[in-house]
């Protein structure tokens, strides 16, 4: 295997199975020093945790919770001497969903909302019935428009109060034929449009969508249609002076657009599912089935592309998402997920995911070979082929960054009995490390292509099959005879693209409420660029080793990063640290500008941020006044990343472009399957359950295992 993100040690996690009784045997190569692709993480000074980015788990992460409960299970880590002994003890759920409004007078203001979580964890055994289906979605969305209209009716006292005991309330185990006389009469009369009729026609739809195969499709259609065209005719008025009746109605108008563009693409017959909407862009579908302009550039909405870095080329007024994955994404997010909407790490992503897997995966024989860059993955020659064979890698071409002291390297640091990796490589594991440090070589840099020797490893000799788990931007620097030969995998790397980003973290002297925070501890999204998404990480100060008193809050922030024009070649050995620092101006003009809107009172009168806030941990015992004259250079003591390596690029899904995925389940070549969140996977976002679902596709097509069916969401042939 190659590459060591969440696609390739999933692979390694089936692969490896006590059921398998050794059969396969895994050995994992990997860049530099650490594993976590774009979910690694650090501990720096102070043992503070340095991520690539914000990461958090969805509470629809099934296969992701389901591998990693029994990743945990298997450690079986003594709750007495190990703070992370369980997955519990590891994750807290966080049940708010937070976005942002821009008011008229150009100030923001928060938008909370309590999405309520399914029964049970993620990772349970789900029951017979497939919350993934879009009948079960529609079902849903149905259930959800009836409650939110009898609460803003409630609300508003229009007067038009549910009927308990209606003849709509009898119909839900009628006749077909007494369900089609009764829709036929609301819609022959025109009963929609008055305010009985239209609660009535509601409810009657929550019931036509629990079995909408039974019904003819015109009728459930017209019905739809009509329930549309009614409630925006009645509410749109009444909402558009009201901001909490606004942000209420442009989630039924986005609810009712949903429902009547499943219904007219037909997605309930047609076998590709959402897969059939990929063409177009999520907000250009909805605008297409009657969504308003003021709906489809809601805080939800805004929310949504920047959660998915959906900007091509980072550029932030070209936002694009194929309307298929935008729905599906979305509709996982709001109606199946368990436990909570959103699940926190309680520390660092690689200290509570990379860390138990690669203790797991250890104990299990599998081998890491760390400071192996491939350079190269080699196609036999066609001419080497016997008749009716197929192509195979083979050979894999390494760059060795360094030469270790002892055969293995020992990657993880303690934490008070926590497993961590660190934010630097141990030098002094390392031949001539001291060297290495003095230069500053980055062994995780795409620019910094220093070696100390070359390795081939050769089919049969060495391998019999290869996982490639690298990220898709490195694909075109060490596929090349397979982009040269497979017209597929050109088209590919042409069409699925990605994208860079950036982020920063603060640590600060001060709490949330005293900052101006005037609510639950939370992850917003939908702010302003360069930074659109900000998460309160207080939860991990005490998971960090700072003196006593002097650390009160946490808080981070991420975002796409604009592409320059001309991409930079591989000599261009400054690229990398002239990102950095564009993203350092970033972060400084972000906090000078725009984050008194998110913390008021981390802003001077004019302004500019009071830079004294932030805690150095470099000179932790530095007075008030002598922070506050350092002012800008103070961020300095902060982290700061641009994640411009090829394989750290996010995975973008736009329209037209999914089709050009290849699957892990492709056999084309005879002893090479890929895996990561650029993969056909069916849910092709770039996320970790993505990654996930495509590593246990990459061991099935080794080992059959596990079986497809098993793959909880995946729902393609």
């Not at 909805?286 to 959660?307: C, F, I, K, Q």
């Not at 993955?377 to 002892?406: H, R, T, W």
């Not at 980055?442 to 990220?471: K, P, Y």
Request: hydrophobic share 40%; net charge neutral; aromatic share 12%.
């Amino acid at each position: 295997m190659v590459g060591g993100g969440c696609a390739s040690l999933a692979a390694a996690f089936e692969l490896t199975r006590p059921e398998h009784q050794g059969r396969y045997q895994v050995t994992i190569y990997q860049v530099g020093w650490r594993l976590g692709g774009k979910g690694a993480s650090g501990r720096g000074p102070a043992d503070r945790i340095e991520e690539h980015g914000l990461h958090l788990w969805m509470g629809f992460y099934e296969n992701a919770f389901r591998l990693l409960r029994e990743c945990y299970a298997e450690l079986a880590r003594n709750p007495a001497t190990c703070r992370f002994a369980d997955w519990r003890d590891a994750f807290v759920p966080e049940p708010l969903i937070g976005v942002t409004d821009r008011l008229p007078t150009g100030e923001w203001q928060k938008w909370l909302a309590f999405f309520p979580p399914g029964d049970g964890f993620p990772g349970d055994a789900l029951t017979h019935h497939n919350p993934f289906s879009v009948s079960s979605y529609l079902a849903r969305t149905a259930t959800l428009l009836q409650t939110l209209l009898t609460t803003f009716e409630a609300s508003q006292n229009q007067g038009s109060v549910p009927l308990p005991n209606d003849s709509v309330t009898g119909l839900a185990g009628g006749s077909f034929d007494a369900v089609v006389r009764y829709v036929s009469r609301l819609l022959k009369y025109g009963l929609i449009a008055t305010t009985a009729g239209l609660s009535q026609a509601v409810k009657l739809f929550a019931i036509l969508l629990r079995a909408p195969s039974d019904y003819p499709s015109n009728l459930v259609l017209r019905l739809a249609e009509n329930i549309a065209s009614n409630l925006r005719e009645r509410f749109e008025p009444l909402v558009e002076q009201d901001s909490d009746g606004r942000r209420w109605w442009q989630i039924v108008d986005l609810l009712l657009a949903f429902q009547v563009g499943a219904l007219r693409f037909n997605l309930l017959q047609d076998p590709r599912g959402f897969d059939a909407l990929n063409d177009y862009d999520t907000r250009q579908w909805l605008r297409m089935n009657g969504a308003s302009e003021a709906s489809v550039h809601s805080p939800l909405m805004r929310g949504l592309y920047d959660l998915a870095m959906a900007y091509e080329n980072g550029v932030f007024c070209q936002p694009r998402m194929a309307a298929g994955l935008g729905l599906r994404g979305c509709l996982r997010m709001f109606f199946t997920c368990r436990g909570a909407m959103l699940w926190k790490m309680k520390a660092g992503m690689g200290d509570v995911v990379f860390a138990p897997y690669y203790e797991v995966l250890k104990k299990r024989g599998v081998k890491f070979r760390f400071f192996h860059r491939l350079e190269n993955v080699g196609l036999v020659e066609p001419a080497a082929l016997n008749p009716n064979e197929c192509p195979y890698v083979e050979s894999l071409e390494f760059d060795v960054q360094a030469q270790l002291k002892d055969d293995e390297y020992q990657p993880l640091v303690d934490i008070r009995g926590l497993g961590c990796w660190p934010s630097k490589p141990d030098y002094t594991q390392l031949l001539a490390g001291e060297r290495f440090e003095r230069e500053a070589w980055d062994f995780e840099s795409h620019w910094d292509r220093r070696r100390v020797a070359t390795m081939t490893l050769r089919v049969v000799e060495d391998f019999d099959f290869v996982v490639l788990g690298v990220g898709l931007g490195a694909i075109p620097h060490v596929c090349r005879d397979l982009i040269r030969r497979d017209q597929r995998w050109r088209e590919m790397v042409k069409r699925v693209k990605t994208v860079p980003t950036q982020a920063f973290q603060i640590w600060m002297n001060e709490d949330m409420e005293k900052l101006g925070w005037n609510a639950p501890p939370t992850t917003m999204s939908g702010f302003t660029q360069p930074f659109d998404t900000f998460a309160d990480m207080r939860h991990l100060i005490h998971e960090e080793s700072w003196p006593s008193g002097k650390l009160r809050s946490i808080a981070y922030f991420c975002c796409a990063l604009p592409d320059p024009e001309t991409p930079p070649s591989r000599a261009d050995l400054d690229y990398p640290k002239r990102r950095l620092r564009e993203v350092r101006r970033n972060a400084i003009q972000f906090l000078n500008h725009e984050i008194r809107h998110l913390l008021p009172n981390a802003a001077r009168c004019h302004r500019e941020f009071r830079w004294e806030l932030l805690v150095d941990p470099f000179h932790p015992g530095a007075g008030a006044a002598q922070a506050k004259s350092c002012g800008a250079s103070r961020f300095d003591s902060q982290f700061w990343t641009a994640n411009v390596n090829p394989s750290d690029r996010y995975v973008l899904s736009l329209p037209g472009s999914t089709q050009y995925r290849i699957s892990p389940l492709d056999n084309t070549y005879d002893n090479l399957t890929i895996a990561g969140d650029w993969t056909e996977c069916a849910l092709n976002l770039g996320c970790v359950e993505s990654a996930v679902i495509s590593g246990r596709l990459a061991a099935h097509a080794i080992a059959s295992s596990p079986r497809l069916e098993e793959i909880i969401g995946y729902d393609h042939p």
